[in-house]
């Protein structure tokens, strides 16, 4: 017998017994991975602004959309809206147990960025995610949501696109002159509304934040600006984003 012959024969009866479950259990490992990759995160680094992965699965279908269209980057927005979302270290989050005062005590991280956030926004177990973007002539407020394996795309909101650094906070008054103390970024951001069992699941959350805050069944999305009581809350409603009407 043949040294390849023998290699195959060998290969064969290991299959044939135990080797061949721990085959399908590799496999099936191995297809998880790579569906959870294909999903949307944003990765987390302690302190410091987390890092948004689309996957080559949204890419095709935002590029499908409008091949012009641009996610914002964490860096067009005005400073001190980006340190908002710096994850907390280790040291802060164990320094709340000792804080009874919520005003001193730092919220854990989320999928959440300025221009993104991640989240189960239709209930069927895949993230989705919610972006600001521009194609340079509109400012998209766009969601994502899986459909299958492919996600489809869907305007939130549309309207006119003014670049980042002329965007500026606080805002310029018409013949005023311009403030010395004044950010140039943008000032409008997503944050991530948890579901109702993901609240309560959260010690921060019932300890910390409004039990009058609206939750739905899944994950929702606010669109607010910074330090304004504007803001716009987003829900999935059949299969698509609805704005929340108390």
């Given at each position: 017998m043949s040294a390849m012959s023998m290699v195959y024969f060998k290969f064969m009866k290991w299959l044939s017994n135990e080797g061949k479950m721990k085959l399908i259990y590799l496999l099936m490992i191995a297809g998880f991975t790579g569906a959870a990759s294909a999903q949307p995160t944003i990765e987390i680094h302690e302190g410091r602004l987390g890092e948004l992965k689309l996957g080559p699965v949204v890419e095709q279908a935002l590029k499908k959309f409008n091949p012009n269209f641009q996610v914002y980057n964490s860096s067009d927005f005005i400073q001190s809206l980006q340190d908002v979302y710096v994850a907390p270290t280790r040291e802060q989050l164990a320094a709340n147990k000792n804080k009874t005062n919520c005003d001193e005590m730092i919220p854990p991280a989320d999928k959440s960025l300025p221009q993104a956030v991640?989240?189960?926004?239709?209930?069927?177990?895949?993230?989705?995610?919610?972006?600001?973007?521009?194609?340079?002539?509109?400012?998209?407020?766009?969601?994502?949501?899986?459909?299958?394996?492919?996600?489809?795309?869907?305007?939130?909101?549309?309207?006119?696109?003014?670049?980042?650094?002329?965007?500026?906070?606080?805002?310029?008054?018409?013949?005023?002159?311009?403030?010395?103390?004044?950010?140039?970024?943008?000032?409008?951001?997503?944050?991530?509304?948890?579901?109702?069992?993901?609240?309560?699941?959260?010690?921060?959350?019932?300890?910390?934040?409004?039990?009058?805050?609206?939750?739905?069944?899944?994950?929702?999305?606010?669109?607010?600006?910074?330090?304004?009581?504007?803001?716009?809350?987003?829900?999935?409603?059949?299969?698509?984003?609805?704005?929340?009407?108390?």
């Open positions: 991640v989240g189960d926004f239709n209930g069927d177990k895949i993230d989705d995610v919610v972006l600001l973007g521009h194609d340079q002539k509109s400012h998209y407020v766009l969601g994502v949501l899986s459909s299958g394996k492919t996600y489809e795309v869907s305007i939130i909101e549309r309207s006119e696109y003014v670049p980042p650094t002329q965007s500026t906070f606080p805002p310029k008054e018409a013949g005023e002159p311009e403030p010395q103390d004044v950010e140039r970024g943008l000032t409008e951001s997503l944050t991530l509304v948890e579901s109702e069992a993901e609240a309560r699941k959260s010690e921060y959350i019932k300890k910390c934040v409004s039990p009058d805050v609206k939750r739905f069944k899944n994950d929702a999305v606010l669109v607010s600006e910074y330090m304004s009581p504007a803001n716009r809350l987003y829900y999935v409603k059949g299969k698509k984003f609805v704005e929340y009407k108390p």
